[in-house]
């Protein structure tokens, strides 16, 4: 089993509607959670970062973490066609460590 | 501010070549890190820097090594180099104890023949 397990895409939505994205991790000692964007051949977009319980939104953006259940999650209000991409969850232990990244959803939103 | 700086970012190498990448991390970013990232992959850890000391190993291959110099920049070694290391090469880089939050560089596209 990977430590980071992303749902299967790819997933599809209309513009102007919510895109869902969910993660969940296998390590309990867990303590940083990203969300990096990726457009095809180019790098990582850090875009949402969460640490604690809840959510946390940033504009279009709402990171949420349960560490209980351990799964964290993107929610993207009002879909645009710019946000197709690649999602890419990531978690790390620890502040000094590596980064652990699921496989990706590839998101499409539709005009 | 300026973001991470990679170089270069295209790079062709027949096998059993050698190859230099360079990361040039943000201002004040005293750890760096390097991943690959194959085709329709997702990015795999190779290897951390701390204030100029080795922070962690991943699945780096022995064939390359890794150093960071007093400047804070970095550079990964690459010899005999074979097909399957066409990939991306990423370089991020954080402030170690704050924000805990990695930014990317643009990357090196190396393509092996």
């Known amino acids: 089993q990977k430590e980071v397990e992303q749902n299967s895409g790819p997933l599809s939505v209309p513009e102007g509607a919510i895109a869902s994205l969910n993660c969940t991790y296998s390590d309990r000692v867990s303590q940083s959670f990203f969300w990096y964007r990726q457009y095809s051949g180019k790098s990582p977009e850090l875009i949402m970062s969460?640490?604690?319980?809840g959510d946390k939104e940033d504009g279009r953006f709402t990171a949420q973490l349960n560490k209980a259940s351990q799964y964290v999650s993107l929610l993207i209000r009002d879909s645009q066609p710019s946000d197709s991409a690649t999602y890419l969850c990531a978690v790390k232990p620890g502040a000094n460590s590596k980064l652990t990244f699921g496989k990706g959803i590839t998101l499409s939103v539709r005009p | 501010a300026a973001g991470v700086i990679q170089s270069p970012r295209h790079l062709i190498k027949e096998k059993r070549e050698t190859a230099t990448l360079k990361c040039y991390p943000i201002s004040r970013h005293d750890t760096v890190y390097w991943y690959q990232q194959g085709p329709g992959q997702d990015p795999q850890f190779l290897i951390s820097f701390y204030e100029k000391m080795q922070s962690d190993k991943g699945s780096i291959p022995d064939r390359f090594s890794a150093q960071q110099f007093s400047d804070y920049h970095s550079e990964l070694n690459m010899s005999s180099l074979e097909l399957g290391d066409s990939a991306l090469y990423f370089c991020?880089?954080?402030?170690?104890?704050?924000?805990?939050?990695?930014?990317f560089g643009p990357g090196t596209r190396l393509t092996v023949t």
């Open positions: 991020a880089s954080t402030e170690s104890g704050r924000d805990y939050e990695q930014y």
């Open positions: 969460i640490y604690s319980n």
